[in-house]
Nanobody, 123 residues
Framework: QMLLVQSGGGSVQAGESLRLSCEPS????????MGWFRQAPGNEREAVAG??????TAYYADSVKGRFTISRNNATLYLQMDSLKPDDTAMYYC??????????????????WGQGTQVTVSS
């Protein structure tokens, strides 16, 4: 069983930056797939970014390319969010799983989820 504990987030003005963290504990496979997802009120949950542990490849949704950076340091997953826009306002979740599609935006392939953290961007 893997537990994902998120931190970071908050309220900022448009154009500012935030960093989210996601620390896994419990069982961790040598290589597993992790990603960030978000859900705004009234919207479906959508993929934001994903990364394969031990690899240097990453996935980004078109809406965040060039502004968000996913990274991993030891076991902790990060999402650096720059040039934030009001449309980025949502609850953000980290996720992990043993299936590659989890790191390519397929939330149904992710088995473990963080508790969520709110990001609010005002104009």
């Amino acid at each position: 069983q893997m537990l994902l504990v998120q931190s970071g987030g908050g309220s900022v003005q448009a154009g500012e930056s935030l960093r989210l963290s996601c620390e896994p504990s419990g069982y961790t496979a040598p290589n597993y797939y992790m990603g960030w997802f978000r859900q705004a009120p009234g919207n479906e949950r959508e993929a934001v970014a994903g990364i394969v542990t031990g690899a240097f490849t990453a996935y980004y949704a078109d809406s965040v390319k060039g502004r968000f950076t996913i990274s991993r340091n030891n076991a902790t997953l990060y999402l650096q969010m720059d040039s934030l826009k009001p449309d980025d306002t949502a609850m953000y979740y980290c996720a992990a799983g043993a299936q590659p599609p989890c790191a390519r935006g397929d939330q149904y392939s992710c088995r473990y989820w963080g508790q969520g953290t709110q990001v609010t961007v005002s104009s």
